[in-house]
């Protein structure tokens, strides 16, 4: 499953590449603000290169 980010209220915090990580199962190409708030892509802002 692929989610694109939005560019609307979208806290992106994506990598400079394209490169999708996996954290715990979700393929996380993006991390939008809703994503941020529920936590589930919040340790991937943290693996910023």
């Known amino acids: 499953m692929e ?8 806290l ?3 990598y400079k590449k ?3 990580e996996k954290f715990e199962g979700y393929y996380i190409t993006c991390i939008t603000l809703f994503e941020f ?3 589930i892509a919040v340790k ?4 910023l290169p």
């Open 12 to 14: 992106i915090l994506i």
């Open 3 to 10: 989610e694109k980010c939005l560019d609307t209220d979208a």
């Open 44 to 47: 991937t802002v943290f693996f």
């Open 18 to 20: 394209d490169i999708v």
């Open 37 to 39: 708030l529920r936590g």
